[in-house]
C-alpha cells in the first residue's frame, strides 16, 4: 500500500482536516478518507507514516462493530468493495481508498469535543497540578500525574477552528446543545470509553482518556461519528511501563516526539512550521507503533 500525503477523488470536497479529507456523496452521507498524514505539537509533518490512515479507519471500524446495539453511530462501511458498490465514481480509485476510506451516514456535528478522561494526563494534569481544578471544577486533592480517575470524568472542550481547543464545564455543554442533549452525549461518551477502556486494557493498553464527536442526522437521530478510541484521539499508553507521579510515554508517537525534542534542544528547530524533515529511521518506526497499536487492540494483523 502506497503512503498518502492528500487524495483526490472525483467526489465533492467538504473539507480538508489535520489528517482527514471528507467528501460528500449525495446529500445523506460522507466518505471520510484517512490520509498517512501526521502532526506532532500541532504541526503537521512533511512526511507521511506508511499505513497510518488505514490503521486510523480500521480500529475505528472495529470499534464501530463493538457498538453495534450499543450506541448508534454513523459506519456505513470500511471496506473497499463494499463502498465501489455504493459509490460507484469510485470504481477507479480503488487503491486510493483501500482501507482508509469510510462511507458514513452525513450528519450536522456538534460544536463539542466530548472528552473523556481516565486518567489526568495533558492539560488536565497542567490545570489541576496549578490550581486543584478541570474546566474550573475543583477535583479531589492529593492526585499525582497519570493517576487513574475514579469515577472517569466527563470533560468537554470546545471546537477550535484554530489553535487549541478549550476545556470547558459541563453546564456550558448545557447552555450550547440543551439539558437533554447534553445529558445524552455524557451518556453516549461514557458507555462507549467504559467498554473500550476495558477491551483495551486486557491487550495491555491503557486509553487513558479519547475525544468523542456526536452529530444529528436527517432523521434527528443522535449518533457517534469521526473516530474513535484511535491513537489519535486517545491516549494510548503501554500498560506494562505504566507508572503514576510522571507524564507516560506515548504508545503512537513516542519515536516522533522524542526527535522533535532533541531537534529542538539541539538548537535546530523553534517549534513553528516548517518541522524538520524526519529520517526515516523515525518514520519507520512510528509506523511500527501504529501496526502494533491495530494489532493489540483488534487481536489480529492489519494487512493489505
Ligand atoms: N458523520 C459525519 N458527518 C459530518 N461530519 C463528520 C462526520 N464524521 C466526522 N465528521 C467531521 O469530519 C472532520 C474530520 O476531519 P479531521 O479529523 O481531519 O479534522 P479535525 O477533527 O478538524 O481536526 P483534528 O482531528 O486534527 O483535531 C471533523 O470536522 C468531523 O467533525
Ligand atoms: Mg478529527
Known amino acids: 500500500m502506497n503512503a498518502m500525503l ?11 482536516g489535520k489528517v482527514r479529507d471528507i467528501y460528500a456523496v449525495g446529500d445523506d452521507r460522507v466518505l471520510l478518507l484517512t490520509t498517512d498524514r501526521i502532526s506532532a505539537f500541532d504541526i503537521v509533518m512533511a512526511e507521511t507514516i ?16 463493538k457498538l453495534e446495539g450499543v450506541v448508534p453511530h454513523h459506519m456505513i462501511s470500511a471496506d473497499a468493495d463494499t463502498i465501489i458498490r455504493e459509490v460507484p465514481d469510485l470504481k477507479n480509485h480503488r487503491a486510493d481508498i483501500l482501507g482508509r476510506a469510510m462511507l458514513c451516514r452525513r450528519t450536522k456535528v456538534f460544536p463539542i469535543e466530548c472528552v473523556i478522561r481516565g486518567y489526568i494526563s495533558g492539560s488536565a494534569w497542567k490545570e489541576y497540578a496549578s490550581r486543584g481544578t ?46 437533554a442533549v447534553a445529558q445524552e452525549l455524557e451518556s453516549m461518551a461514557r458507555t462507549v470509553y467504559a467498554l473500550g477502556e476495558k477491551v483495551a486494557r486486557a491487550q495491555g493498553i491503557i486509553i487513558a482518556d479519547t475525544k468523542f464527536e456526536f452529530g444529528r442526522d436527517q432523521s434527528g437521530r443522535i449518533m457517534l461519528i469521526d473516530e474513535v478510541m484511535t491513537p489519535d484521539s486517545s491516549r494510548f499508553w503501554a500498560a506494562d511501563v505504566y507508572k503514576t507521579g510522571q507524564p507516560q510515554p506515548s504508545f503512537d508517537k513516542q519515536p516522533l516526539r522524542d526527535y522533535l525534542d532533541a531537534e529542538r534542544r539541539a538548537g535546530r528547530w523553534n517549534g513553528d512550521a516548517p518541522p524538520p524533515p524526519l529520517p526515516a529511521s523515525v518514520v519507520d518506526a512510528t509506523s511500527k507503533r501504529y501496526l502494533e497499536a491495530y494489532r493489540r487492540i483488534t487481536g489480529s494483523e492489519l494487512d493489505f
Do not use: C, Y
Not at 492528500?6 to 480538508?16: E, K, Q
Not at 506508511?50 to 462493530?65: C, D, E, H, R, Y
Not at 470533560?155 to 477552528?161: L, Q
Open 50 to 65: 506508511p499505513m497510518k490512515g488505514a490503521v486510523l479507519t480500521q480500529i475505528s471500524a472495529w470499534w464501530f462493530n
Open 134 to 179: 478541570l474546566a474550573g471544577e475543583k477535583l479531589a486533592p492529593g492526585l499525582t500525574e497519570s493517576a487513574k480517575l475514579e469515577p472517569a470524568i466527563f470533560s468537554p472542550a470546545t471546537k477550535a477552528e484554530t489553535g487549541h481547543d478549550e476545556n470547558i464545564p459541563v453546564a456550558r455543554v448545557r447552555e450550547i446543545v440543551g439539558d
Open 6 to 16: 492528500a487524495s483526490d477523488l472525483p467526489l465533492p470536497l467538504i473539507g480538508r
